[in-house]
């Protein structure tokens, strides 16, 4: 089993017929808890088409207030408040998210039948959960922004059963032991060591999850990363005709700062709704492909990845 990357909105500001506005859902390994990054207008209707249930969505990280990360919230948390969950829910988001959601539940009088907790998060605020660490990067943006590192802890490495039952030792809590590292004496005196019988452990993996940011090099201190997920709005040459610049990042930027971070698989999103006509989407993964020789993916809405 592997964790569960579900792409819910991929388009940048505006949905098009296509792709909603951002929401990424992830589902843990072997159970069916769920978290959300980003939940653009629309997200629960997204939600519905797939497998995951809002019952079992335990947190949601907003990486800023804009509304194309943020307006789906308000009807999601409305939604989970009318179906019988009564499992706690955590929102973490920047400074403002408490207010945001405080006043439109006093205003609409959204009262919630479960335990709602909300975090305001700042640079370098650190969450530690069973298995896996979250890390925030604040990021470069026209307000407050952040991307998120999850890095997952490191596994045991493999016991080597064929082994063990080679040697003669008999199956139970030894075995347990063992699997632990530990040395352990059999019946018969003789002594064996755990670390011998269990391989390397396996290193965690490690993802960077971007919010909408012009510098995708301030992920750059985590790096390196088995997987990048980050906004690329536009191609450079587009960018550069902007009569107004907005922050955010070109296909080309994202790709040159993915190769010096040491990306294994890089998956750009957040498009802008211009390259869904005429097929002008591969301007983008072209231009991205040229300067990264890792795996580049252009995310969308539905898109499922394992990691
Ligand atoms: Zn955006
Ligand atoms: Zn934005």
Not at 21 to 37: C, H, P
Not at 242 to 251: D, G, I
């Amino acid at each position: 089993m592997a964790h569960r990357l579900i792409f819910l909105g991929t388009s940048a500001g505006v949905p098009t017929r296509t792709r909603n506005v951002s929401a990424l859902a992830l589902q843990l390994e072997n159970t069916k808890e769920w978290m959300l990054f980003d939940c653009g207008e629309g997200t629960q209707h997204r939600i519905m088409r797939t497998s995951l249930s809002v019952y079992h969505l335990s947190r949601i990280f907003i990486t800023h207030l804009h509304g194309d990360h943020l307006y789906g919230l308000f009807g999601l948390l409305a939604s989970r408040g009318m179906t019988r969950a009564g499992s706690p829910l955590e929102i973490y988001g920047p400074a403002g998210i408490r207010e945001t959601l405080e006043t439109l539940m006093r205003l609409s009088q959204l009262h919630l039948p479960f335990d709602l907790k909300i975090f305001e998060i700042s640079e370098g605020t650190l969450l530690r959960y069973e298995g896996f660490r979250i890390d925030t990067v604040a990021l470069s943006h026209s307000i407050l922004s952040y991307g998120f590192v999850l890095t997952f802890d490191e596994k045991p490495g493999h016991f080597d059963i064929k082994k063990a039952k080679k040697l003669g030792i008999p199956e139970g809590p030894l075995y347990a032991r063992l699997k632990k590292g530990e040395r352990v004496t059999l019946l018969d005196g003789r002594s064996i060591d755990g670390k011998d019988l269990v391989g390397p452990s396996i290193p965690g993996k490690k993802i960077a999850i971007g919010g909408d940011n012009d510098d995708p090099l301030l992920f750059a201190p985590y790096a390196p990363f088995d997987l990048m997920i980050h906004e690329a709005t536009y191609t450079r040459k587009d960018f550069d005709n902007l009569p107004r610049k907005f922050k955010h990042t070109t296909a080309q930027q994202l790709a040159q700062a993915a190769r010096k971070m040491g990306v294994n698989r890089l998956i750009l999103t957040h498009i802008s709704p211009r390259y869904d006509k005429n097929g002008r989407i591969s301007e983008l993964l072209d231009e991205a492909t040229k300067e990264f020789d890792g795996e580049v993916e252009i995310a969308y809405d539905f898109m499922e990845l394992s990691i």
